[in-house]
């Protein structure tokens, strides 16, 4: 089992990553919101160990980022604050357990082993129509066997339609999910973007699993 810990205060830090070590799990320290998200999204852990207050980028930010890129896995919220709105802000951004600082490391120990016993993920990470399949986790995509070298608004924008396979997504749900709710509906972003993604996930096949739907929006099915 790895945990990544992304905690800036390295007293703490280190405590946590040795008592973790010392029962049988691996640990990797972040010591800034930066490290911490970068760690987050390109490695694979079971549980990360999240500070709220961080330099760089706070804990909400970071787990917002995650789960908006469907990266799921398990956060337990550690912090200074024990304010009932932070506590509901954080299980709101999907949050797992919140836990307040100053703790004891078997309080943190007993919520690690019961997050990581409830299962990776609330949700499937691997999504798959025919023979493209989008590894939610591991951030990949592969379409017969073959690697898509896919942008991370591609990603996105991939498991958007793959998650709703069947539905006719209008153009303005798919910039709100994908680009949030600053969007400029004159913008031709999505069409753009969608060009690209299905240049890769489409060109290079006979069987197209993109389909536009005029005056709509956009599908992703298979049809036969
Ligand atoms: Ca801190």
Redesign the pocket.
């Known amino acids: 089992m790895k945990i990544l810990i992304v ?3 390295r007293k703490t830090a280190s405590y946590l990553k040795r008592g973790l070590e010392e029962n049988g799990f691996i640990a990797d320290v972040a010591e800034d919101g930066e490290d911490g998200a970068y760690l987050a999204q390109t490695r694979s852990y079971d549980l990360i160990i999240l ?4 330099p760089g980028q706070d804990g909400w930010s970071i787990i917002a980022d995650l789960r908006r890129r469907q990266i799921a896995t398990p956060v337990l919220f550690l912090t ?1 604050r024990d304010a009932v709105d932070d506590r509901v802000k954080g299980l709101e951004l999907g949050a797992d357990d919140y836990l307040v600082k100053p703790f004891a490391f078997a309080e943190l120990l007993a919520r690690t082993k019961t997050i990581l016993r409830r299962g990776p993920v609330r949700q499937s990470q691997v999504l798959n129509v025919l023979d493209l399949e989008l590894d939610l986790h591991r951030h990949r995509a592969v379409r017969a066997g073959r690697s898509l070298d896919l942008t991370p608004k591609e990603f996105q924008l991939l498991s958007l339609l793959l998650r709703r396979t069947g539905e006719v997504l209008s153009r303005t749900l798919i910039a709100e999910q994908v680009w949030d709710i600053n969007f400029d509906s004159d913008s031709n972003v999505v069409e753009v973007h969608m060009r690209r993604l299905r240049a890769k996930v489409d060109e290079p096949f006979a069987c197209k699993l993109i389909h536009t739907v005029r005056g709509v929006g956009y599908v992703l099915e298979q049809r036969s």
């Not at 500070?51 to 961080?54: F, I, R």
């Open positions: 905690e800036d205060e500070d709220v207050m961080l200074a």
